[in-house]
């Protein structure tokens, strides 16, 4: 088994065989240059700014934050992120396949590299998906205390035990010396009990819209994302007549460490990158389509992150940023109440497209992952009617919802984190080696100054992972555990499952 496995771990798939097979699938083309932006944007903006620009600003029980230097954060993480979307481009416009970097790994450093990179992609959307979740929930719990006057006391301030994880309520309880027996039931008087109801019925219905087809997504995608600029661009526009420059002294509370454990945490957002591409197969013209959609949406994207963050630690003194919904309670403290409520309901929408967006992305990856027989035939499954992979639309829905009994927030977006530069580091060297192997491929676009692009996105990559090593633990770990046991499942069931 062992000379098996061996003899599999570096086999390859061309260019043209992925492309050949993805022609076998039958996903519809149906998605424009306009719709791979919408899907980039919705997936950056709103995981960046909507989730987790309070803990980059503030920092989490593990990590240092960059305060108002945030800025500078930004900046570096979006360098960063230049060099991989030039090398996600290239490649891109020569295998317009679904699966995103994992096809591509497979196409140019083998099987076993292939699944290694899916697995941890898997980690990014479906986990990821838990921080986004978290937030969507605190806005809606901000929501509905707007409307305390016309609803029931029951449903504003619905129990804990069924708006968080058992961790957060742990946290929560050790924090402030609380019994966690008299805030939510446990089993056996001895197993604590939460359910984060509202992500219960979010992820069911996003998984029902997603089942039912890409084009219905994409249009629900754009409404909400328009939704969430149009909120946005209101807390910029109201926002910066109210900034106090006081706020932004000290700069940068944690020096150079705060600040690149922010463009660290920041960075989780640019998976929105890797979302363009997954959905690549889906595009009626990827070649041309994806290479623009990538840039459009890290150009747009980085210059509004700069903006609100300016606004946000402008009226917010350090410290005082509440990191579920940052810009609804930066406009409270401004006693803009009546745009916070307006904010609460846009980014209730704006989060859902996300959420929506990262499940979509999830399940394209699986696809590929299931067509090229690392998993069961079953996964693979098209829906007759809809021709979307139904199967796996609903097992990355009930994983979600498993998942969100006992992740939170901060614990998610850090661990997602390593599978994003997990997948950013093998896109830079797949783009390499491809020139190698696959020379006569046409090429729609092309990296400039190569290799010194793609080797300047793995050693910013290697920077930013290394810096956080300083202060993370749990996160590390759980990432560590995670490999580990994409490597088991590789050696006991996948390899012998493949194509020789």
Not at 7 to 14: E, F, M, P, T, V
Not at 241 to 258: R, V
Not at 355 to 382: E, G, N, W
Not at 476 to 483: E, G, N, P, S
């Amino acid at each position: 088994m062992i000379k098996k496995i061996c003899s599999n771990i570096l086999n390859r798939k061309s260019a043209c065989e992925l492309i050949e097979n993805a022609k076998k699938g039958s996903l519809k083309k149906t998605l424009s240059a306009f719709d791979l932006f919408i899907i980039g944007i919705g997936a950056i903006v709103g995981t960046g700014i909507l989730t987790i620009v309070g803990t980059a600003i503030q920092g989490g029980p593990e990590s240092s934050g960059a305060g108002p230097a945030i800025i500078i954060s930004m900046i570096l993480a979006a360098i960063a992120c230049v060099f991989c979307a030039l090398c996600y481009s290239e490649v891109a416009s020569i295998i317009p396949v679904s699966g995103s970097v994992y096809t591509y790994a497979y196409a140019s450093l083998g099987e076993f590299a292939a699944w290694i990179v899916g697995w941890a992609l898997m980690l990014n959307y479906v986990i990821g998906n838990i921080a986004v979740s978290s937030s969507w929930c605190g806005y809606l719990t901000q929501l509905l205390k707007g409307f305390s006057q016309y609803l029931p006391d029951f449903v504003v301030n619905f129990p804990l035990w069924l708006r968080n994880d058992v961790r957060s309520i742990l946290h929560m309880c050790d924090k402030y010396s609380i019994n966690p027996h008299d805030i939510m039931p446990y089993l056996f008087d001895k197993i604590p009990v939460a359910v984060n109801l509202p992500v219960v019925m979010l992820t069911l219905v996003v998984t029902l819209v997603l089942v039912k087809g890409i084009r219905e997504s994409a249009r629900f995608a754009t409404i909400m994302v328009c939704l969430n600029l149009f909120m946005i661009i209101s807390f910029v526009v109201v926002g910066a007549p109210h900034i106090d420059i006081q706020n932004w002294t000290p700069f940068a509370p944690n020096g150079i460490q705060g600040i690149m454990m922010g463009a660290f945490i920041i960075f989780f957002a640019y998976i929105g990158i890797d979302a363009v591409t997954a959905t690549a197969e889906e595009a009626k013209n990827p070649q041309r389509d994806i290479p623009v959609a990538i840039f459009t949406t890290l150009i747009f994207c980085t210059v509004l992150y700069i903006l609100v963050a300016l606004v946000l630690t402008g009226i917010c003194p350090l410290g005082t940023i509440n990191i579920q919904a940052p810009i609804a309670s930066a406009l409270c403290a401004i006693n803009k109440d009546y745009l916070a409520c307006f904010i609460s309901v846009a980014s209730v929408c704006a989060l859902a497209s996300v959420f929506l967006i990262c499940q979509l992305a999830s399940t394209r990856i699986l696809y590929a992952m299931s067509r090229d027989k690392f998993l069961p035939r079953v996964l693979r499954a098209i829906h007759k009617k809809y021709r979307t992979p139904h199967v796996l639309t609903w097992l990355v829905g009930i994983v979600t919802i498993v998942c969100s009994l006992f992740m939170d927030l901060n614990i998610s977006a850090q661990l997602c984190n390593y599978g994003t530069f997990t997948s950013f580091i093998a896109i830079c060297i797949a783009v390499m080696v491809l020139r190698k192997t696959e020379p006569d491929l046409k090429r729609s676009f092309r990296v400039p100054l190569m290799p010194l692009f793609p080797i300047l996105g793995i050693i910013s990559s290697l920077s930013l992972m290394a810096f956080s090593l300083k202060e993370l633990t749990s996160s590390v770990a759980m990432f560590v555990l995670w490999i580990v046991l994409g490597v088991a499942i590789y050696v006991t069931f996948s390899y012998k499952n493949l194509r020789n």
